[in-house]
Each structure stands twice: as structure tokens, then as C-alpha cells.
């Protein structure tokens, strides 16, 4: 059975390339534009990861996993962190919120799905 992947990122572009980077490795994918349009789409359905970036309108990537680690059915889904920002603090906060994983904006397709596929199992 292969893996379902919630991505969150406000930008078109990064959405594009997660999703063909992660569908050409097998995964269903699922995308949402922000934290809010991310709890909705978690409402609808179940994932075994989230790819998410921090700095998005309406619900930044940290409030998302707040929010979600509150849901007794997504408390342990893993969240990885895609993302401009490399400050120390920021992962900090990240990590206290219930993120597994970072990686850095510009990243190679590749090291995502090696990522994913860590995180996973698979």
C-alpha cells in the first residue's frame, strides 16, 4: 500500500515540485495552500506524513502542528518542515510543536523523498 502525503505550501511552485518529486516515487499526494486549508484537508482524510513550510498567510506551518498535534487521530503523524527559514530557534520551536524533520528551501527533489522515505519506514 503506498504512502498518502499531505503537502502544505502557500507557494505554487513548491507544490508542484513536491508533488511530482514525491508521486513519482509512488506516494498519493495531497496538497493544501495554508494551515487552515491543512487541518481541512486532515479533517477529510488520513495521512501517514506532512510536508509543510513555516511562513504561509492565513496559518503559518508552526500553528498547523499545534493545532493537529491537539487531534487524538494525528498526534503522531510525522511533519516535515520545508523551509526558507534555518534559524536555531525557529527549529527549536518546531521540534517543541511536534515537527520530525527539516529541510531546507532551495532542496533537491531527491533529498525530500529520501526524507520521507526515512521517516516512513519505506
Given at each position: ?5 499531505l ?14 518529486a ?39 506551518g ?26 536555531a ?23 525530500l ?10
Amino acid at each position: 500500500m503506498t504512502a498518502s502525503i499531505l503537502t502544505v505550501d502557500d507557494s505554487a511552485s513548491i507544490r508542484l515540485t513536491t508533488r511530482v518529486a514525491l508521486s513519482n516515487a509512488g506516494y498519493t499526494v495531497t496538497e493544501a495552500v495554508d494551515g487552515k486549508d491543512g487541518l481541512a484537508k486532515l479533517d477529510a482524510g488520513q495521512f501517514d506524513i506532512i510536508v509543510t513550510d513555516l511562513n504561509m498567510p492565513n496559518m503559518d506551518g508552526l500553528t498547523m502542528i499545534r493545532e493537529l498535534r491537539k487531534l487524538p487521530a494525528h498526534t503522531g503523524v510525522p511533519v516535515i518542515f520545508l523551509t526558507t527559514e534555518s534559524d536555531a530557534e525557529i527549529k527549536q520551536q518546531a521540534k517543541a510543536a511536534g515537527a520530525t524533520g527539516w529541510l531546507t528551501k532551495p532542496f533537491d527533489p531527491e533529498s525530500l523523498v529520501k526524507i520521507v522515505r526515512k521517516v516512513l519506514g519505506r
